[in-house]
């Protein structure tokens, strides 16, 4: 069964942090390049942030300084640490592989959790 299950979102003034976590089912998580995607509406969604199973981090450039991405092996689980937040960082957060994951030839995608970031 397919496991992807975001926490640690919330209302958070500019400037300030959140940390963000997904749990991910071990066997996804052993062989895929985990990702955090940020959807807005109307826009489509947005990958914010990779990192290869060797850990090799990607970020989009408004992130860049401000987000980090890590996995931990030991918790099947895929963090992001965000700090220094701005208004336009908010949105529904969600982690997912690189591709995403697909059940019967659809994408899967977990709930997400939502980000507020506003004074």
């Known amino acids: 069964q397919v496991q992807l299950v975001e926490s640690g979102g919330g209302l958070v003034q500019p400037g300030g942090s959140l940390r963000l976590s997904c749990a991910v089912s071990d066997d996804i998580f052993r062989t895929s390049t985990m990702a955090w995607y940020r959807q807005v509406p109307l826009k489509a969604r947005e990958m914010v942030a990779r990192?290869?199973?060797?850990?090799?981090?990607y970020y989009v450039d408004s992130v860049k300084g401000r987000f980090t991405i890590s996995r931990d092996a030991a918790k099947s689980s895929v963090d992001l640490q965000m700090n220094n937040l701005k208004t336009e960082d908010t949105g529904v957060y969600f982690c997912?592989?690189?591709?995403?994951?697909?059940?019967?030839?659809?994408?899967?995608w977990g709930k997400g959790t939502q980000v507020t970031v506003s004074s």
């Open positions: 997912n592989t690189v591709p995403a994951v697909l059940i019967t030839s659809r994408e899967y």
């Open positions: 990192i290869t199973t060797g850990a090799i981090r």
